[in-house]
């Protein structure tokens, strides 16, 4: 039918409801029900609906003159935006990103986004000034600025496709500088009073710096350490692929003195972690581990005389740089930390070579071990 204002007003209230589509402009219609009339357009082989709003509120020709906008919208690919909150937006990213990315990729997400803190603001209304005032915080610190923007932009694109805004306030936003890879490997003295000031700190922090420098893991995978991950039969412990930055199953092997830091560590009631988080400690069994990184480096950092600023993955590159002005051959230092090889083996080699390098892993732990203890006499 034709649809005037005179033929809108003499429809019929009534159950159930009727569409009435307007003739002149397909799509249009009223959706008569018991009690309202209200416009909507109907577009695309989905039949997806759009409510314009009640009459006479809105007037049949400014319903008509809307409904000609959305189908031109609909028609050139645009959308508008749903109305959405950015706590709401981020609880729906979280749940998808949940069940797509790997738990630690999951985690730092979560974190960035939390730490934007927008609350219940509408998506679009957060504009690129409000994003770039909350990166400015981590100016100080250009990898975290990098990462940070890097989260904050994957979920604004997100958000697009979602239809939750029409463009991303992210749109030119560049992190001050690429990041820098790190060189920095402690020297002797360094070595030497981090590691005695490890073994004599309070648990937990300073264990994970001790095993950190004796083990030559990441620290997140210390952090994550699990008991019935250590084989106190073998001296081994085995890191599982889900929390492996390269995804990839990790043996290595433990020498007499990460085996006395271990004994040193404090067995919580019903604690699946070494290091849970404090709050689980004794109570019941761990749901998180230990994650208050910063102020405990500060603290341990206040302990140490002489020695230049440095991080846990510092201690990293230490051990393979120590190991390597021992005569440990590079393949097996990329064995003990887990690297995917880079330029020592050919790629068909690391194919095809399945050889643990156990015995030479555990060779290569007993000669640092052993420089250790002499750093520690001298």
């Not at 006479?56 to 959305?70: M, T, V, Y």
């Not at 390597?324 to 003990?336: D, F, M, P, R, T």
């Not at 390098?357 to 060779?363: F, G, L, S």
């Amino acid at each position: 039918m034709r649809l005037t204002d005179i033929s809108v007003r003499a429809l019929p209230f009534g159950q159930p409801q009727k569409t009435y589509t307007d003739d002149t402009l397909a799509g249009f219609g009223v959706r008569v029900s018991k009690t309202t009339k209200t416009f909507v357009v109907v577009h695309g082989p989905t039949r997806e609906r759009i409510t314009i709003g009640r009459f006479p509120i809105i007037g049949l020709a400014d319903a008509r003159q809307e409904a000609k906008r959305l189908l031109a919208e609909r028609t050139l690919g645009k959308r508008r935006p749903k109305i959405m909150t950015y706590n709401d937006a981020k609880a729906a990213y979280l749940e998808m990103s949940e069940q797509k990315n790997r738990p630690r990729t999951h985690k730092d997400y979560q974190r960035f986004l939390d730490s934007f803190a927008f609350g219940k603001t509408h998506m679009a209304d957060i504009t690129k000034h409000d994003i770039k005032k909350r990166l400015d915080k981590r100016k100080h610190s250009p990898t975290q600025y990098d990462q940070a923007l890097r989260a904050v932009k994957t979920f604004f694109t997100w958000a697009v496709r979602q239809d939750y805004i029409a463009h991303s306030p992210c749109e030119g936003l560049q992190a001050p500088q690429a990041s820098k890879s790190r060189t920095r490997a402690l020297t002797t003295d360094e070595l030497r009073t981090v590691f005695a000031t490890s073994l004599t700190g309070p648990y937990p922090f300073a264990h994970i710096v001790a095993l950190c420098i004796l083990t030559g893991q990441r620290r997140g995978e210390i952090a994550k350490l699990e008991w019935e991950w250590i084989d106190r039969t073998k001296r081994t412990i085995t890191i599982p692929a889900t929390v492996t930055k390269n995804n990839r199953e990790h043996t290595f092997p433990y020498g007499e003195m990460a085996e006395r830091v271990l004994e040193a560590i404090p067995i919580m009631d019903n604690a699946q972690y070494l290091f849970p988080a404090a709050r689980d400690t004794g109570r019941r069994k761990a749901a998180t581990v230990f994650n208050g990184w910063s102020k405990a480096k500060r603290v341990f950092d206040k302990r140490l005389e002489g020695v230049q600023p440095f991080t846990l993955h510092d201690l990293r590159r230490t051990l393979s740089t120590y190991m390597a002005s021992l005569g440990v051959e590079q393949i097996v230092v990329e064995k003990l930390l887990n690297h995917v090889s880079g330029g020592t083996q050919s790629p068909i080699a690391q194919v095809y070579n399945r050889h643990s390098y156990m015995a030479e892993m555990r060779e290569a732990i007993q000669t640092y071990e052993g420089y250790l203890a002499k750093l520690l006499k001298n």
